[in-house]
């Protein structure tokens, strides 16, 4: 790698449709570029005007994905963390909102006095200052922004218009635009069709930004003379059409970007002094594990969103990293917790060889997973609660072993005769609901001998946060001497964070979300624990 380097910026926009994988995209390229040497990391820019994703309903926008420092972010960041290992923060994500809180603050300081705020440029220098923001660290080779929403959206408009203007003001060799779109497939004609790509296209040049490489999704392999046509069309090189064919896993995307040259397309451009291959030898291990699992196992996952997909997008992939791990496919079937009954519980989890419950909030499907819980924890079936899951469970115990049936959390009964679930003291106050949450890493001591302390092979730990309410220490030794052990707490304020069943196979709810730090590279230790548990049970 050359020493004097400046750092490339690579940015990605989309066109067509929506929900292409755009993420998918620049954490495969910057996979490819990192597994060269290159120090990379991914940023996205979200036009829509929530200062962050945290106020927004997960059926809105997906899960919310919480980085080490305390951000609520788009889920895109966890593929990120996922592809590269890397950790992100929160100058990884940028809204709309946060741009227009920096330039309104700065406005009411007198920072702009006598001037007319406008968005051109006050809003695009915004723009441009937080895209150039972490490359100024000198901590990366390269930085790729992926620009959320559709070229053309009202929306993304600035944030076209901060592109244009970097690859106006950087030298040439120091930025590259890729632009994402869909090649439709008409199967009544049994052709593909290239017209939306090149109004796509055109509507981004209007705008001035002249993509460098177009990346086509498409369910059908794209032939070269068809290449040759959009290339022609959209004012671009043959070589730089490329075709992202669907994927069996999206782990192989960066396999089939990489034959498709992105990689090498991008470090020529870039003028990168770097044309070692890269080396991927770790990643294909896993990739062939996931391909070729010799078992399986069935997990159920019981939440509130689950009939969308992304809603708990970390837990999917979790067990995807750590099915890897144990050699087996993890079949992960979603409940909806608001479906399930005293009546229907067996049931519905008779095929179940673990339960997961999962995080959330609100009233909506809490006895639903309070009726999972029991069922899991009465049939020595392996369990993992996370957050609200965890929450759950220390209710189901407060009401049917310490025989509490007013036992609930504070936050669905403020009034409830035995809150076990409470508000934290510094959350009392709070009245402002966006960012206020106990937010990110905080780290956490074992209990040694206990399952959690085997598990992670280590008795301090950090893992992340998002939440207002905790385990109420007042009944802390009621449920020790019942049977529920708190085996990790917080070493300064003494907050319980995991409890467990010491004479259950395997049950453990957690405070915090394993499930952000789980990669490829390093699948979670609980998420290989309930896999192992119930492979076992199996
Ligand atoms: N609603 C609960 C709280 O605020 C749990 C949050 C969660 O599951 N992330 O404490």
């Given at each position: 790698?050359?020493?004097?380097?400046?750092t490339?910026?690579?940015?990605i926009?989309?066109?067509?449709?929506?929900?292409?994988?755009?993420?998918i995209?620049a954490?495969?390229?910057?996979?490819?570029?990192?597994?060269?040497?290159l120090r990379v990391t991914i940023q996205?820019f979200d036009?829509y005007?929530?200062i962050?994703?945290g106020?927004?309903?997960?059926?809105?926008?997906?899960e919310?994905?919480?980085?080490e420092d305390?951000?609520?972010t788009d889920l895109?960041?966890?593929?990120?963390?996922?592809?590269?290992?890397?950790y992100?923060?929160?100058?990884?994500n940028?809204?709309?909102?946060?741009?227009y809180h920096t330039?309104?603050?700065k406005?009411?300081?007198?920072?702009?006095?006598?001037?007319?705020?406008?968005i051109?440029?006050?809003?695009?220098?915004?723009i441009k200052?937080?895209?150039l923001l972490?490359?100024?660290?000198?901590?990366?080779?390269?930085?790729?922004t992926?620009i959320?929403?559709?070229?053309?959206?009202?929306?993304?408009q600035?944030?076209?218009e901060?592109?244009?203007q970097?690859?106006?003001?950087?030298?040439?060799?120091?930025?590259?635009?890729?632009?994402?779109?869909l090649?439709?497939?008409?199967?009544?004609?049994?052709?593909l069709k290239?017209?939306?790509?090149?109004?796509?296209?055109?509507t981004l040049?209007?705008?001035?930004?002249?993509?460098?490489?177009i990346?086509c999704?498409?369910?059908?392999?794209?032939?070269?003379e068809?290449?040759?046509k959009?290339?022609?069309?959209?004012?671009?090189?043959?070589?730089?059409?490329?075709?992202?064919?669907?994927?069996w896993?999206?782990?192989q995307?960066p396999?089939?970007?990489h034959?498709e040259?992105l990689?090498?397309?991008?470090?020529?451009?870039?003028?990168i002094d770097?044309?070692?291959?890269p080396?991927?030898?770790?990643?294909k291990v896993?990739?062939?594990?996931?391909?070729?699992?010799?078992r399986?196992?069935?997990i159920?996952?019981v939440?509130?969103?689950?009939?969308?997909?992304?809603a708990?997008?970390?837990?999917?992939e979790?067990?995807?990293?750590?099915?890897?791990a144990?050699?087996?496919?993890?079949n992960?079937?979603?409940?909806?917790?608001?479906?399930i009954?005293?009546?229907n519980v067996a049931?519905?989890?008779q095929g179940a060889?673990?339960i997961?419950?999962a995080?959330?909030?609100?009233?909506?499907g809490?006895?639903?997973k309070v009726?999972?819980i029991?069922?899991?924890?009465?049939?020595?079936?392996?369990f993992?609660g996370?957050?609200l899951?965890?929450?759950?469970?220390?209710?189901?115990?407060?009401?049917?072993?310490?025989g509490?049936?007013d036992?609930?959390?504070?936050?669905v009964?403020?009034?409830?005769?035995?809150?076990?679930?409470?508000?934290?003291?510094d959350?009392?106050?709070t009245?402002?609901k966006g960012g206020?949450?106990?937010?990110?890493?905080?780290?956490?001591?074992?209990?040694?001998g206990s399952?959690?302390?085997?598990i992670?092979?280590?008795?301090?730990?950090?893992?992340?946060?998002?939440?207002?309410?905790e385990?109420?220490?007042?009944y802390l030794?009621a449920?020790?001497?019942?049977g529920l052990?708190?085996?990790?707490?917080?070493?300064?304020?003494?907050?319980?964070?995991v409890?467990?069943l010491?004479?259950h196979?395997f049950?453990?709810g957690?405070?915090?979300?394993?499930?952000?730090?789980?990669?490829?590279?390093?699948?979670?230790?609980?998420?290989?624990?309930?896999?192992?548990a119930a492979?076992?049970?199996?």
């Amino acid at each position: 790698m050359n020493p004097v380097m400046n750092t490339k910026y690579i940015f990605i926009t989309g066109g067509v449709a929506s929900s292409l994988g755009k993420g998918i995209i620049a954490s495969s390229l910057a996979k490819l570029l990192q597994a060269r040497g290159l120090r990379v990391t991914i940023q996205k820019f979200d036009p829509y005007i929530n200062i962050d994703p945290g106020t927004l309903n997960p059926y809105e926008h997906g899960e919310c994905y919480v980085t080490e420092d305390g951000a609520e972010t788009d889920l895109d960041l966890g593929h990120y963390e996922r592809f590269l290992g890397v950790y992100t923060s929160k100058a990884n994500n940028v809204t709309t909102g946060k741009i227009y809180h920096t330039v309104i603050t700065k406005e009411r300081e007198g920072a702009y006095l006598g001037k007319t705020v406008q968005i051109v440029p006050h809003i695009t220098d915004e723009i441009k200052r937080r895209m150039l923001l972490l490359g100024r660290t000198g901590e990366y080779d390269v930085i790729l922004t992926e620009i959320g929403g559709t070229v053309g959206d009202m929306e993304s408009q600035p944030f076209i218009e901060a592109v244009r203007q970097l690859q106006w003001e950087l030298p040439e060799e120091d930025c590259m635009s890729i632009h994402l779109t869909l090649i439709p497939y008409l199967s009544a004609a049994r052709e593909l069709k290239t017209k939306p790509t090149q109004h796509s296209v055109q509507t981004l040049q209007q705008s001035g930004v002249k993509p460098d490489v177009i990346v086509c999704r498409t369910e059908h392999p794209l032939s070269t003379e068809l290449r040759r046509k959009i290339a022609l069309f959209c004012n671009v090189k043959p070589g730089h059409v490329i075709q992202s064919i669907d994927a069996w896993s999206i782990y192989q995307v960066p396999l089939n970007m990489h034959e498709e040259h992105l990689d090498e397309l991008a470090v020529r451009k870039l003028q990168i002094d770097n044309y070692s291959q890269p080396e991927l030898t770790r990643w294909k291990v896993f990739l062939d594990r996931i391909r070729h699992p010799s078992r399986e196992v069935n997990i159920v996952l019981v939440g509130k969103y689950v009939e969308l997909q992304d809603a708990y997008k970390s837990i999917q992939e979790a067990f995807v990293h750590a099915g890897a791990a144990k050699d087996c496919h993890v079949n992960v079937q979603t409940l909806q917790s608001g479906q399930i009954t005293p009546d229907n519980v067996a049931s519905l989890l008779q095929g179940a060889d673990g339960i997961l419950v999962a995080p959330g909030f609100g009233e909506r499907g809490l006895e639903g997973k309070v009726c999972a819980i029991r069922y899991a924890r009465e049939k020595g079936i392996p369990f993992l609660g996370i957050c609200l899951g965890m929450q759950m469970c220390v209710v189901e115990f407060a009401r049917d072993v310490l025989g509490w049936p007013d036992a609930a959390s504070a936050e669905v009964n403020p009034q409830a005769g035995h809150p076990v679930i409470c508000l934290m003291e510094d959350q009392k106050a709070t009245t402002i609901k966006g960012g206020t949450m106990r937010l990110g890493a905080y780290a956490c001591r074992l209990e040694p001998g206990s399952l959690a302390a085997s598990i992670y092979g280590s008795t301090e730990i950090t893992e992340r946060h998002r939440h207002r309410y905790e385990f109420n220490s007042e009944y802390l030794d009621a449920f020790q001497q019942a049977g529920l052990k708190a085996t990790g707490r917080n070493p300064e304020t003494g907050l319980v964070e995991v409890v467990e069943l010491p004479d259950h196979p395997f049950f453990i709810g957690v405070q915090f979300h394993p499930e952000y730090k789980s990669t490829p590279e390093r699948p979670h230790p609980l998420f290989q624990g309930l896999v192992q548990a119930a492979l076992k049970k199996r």
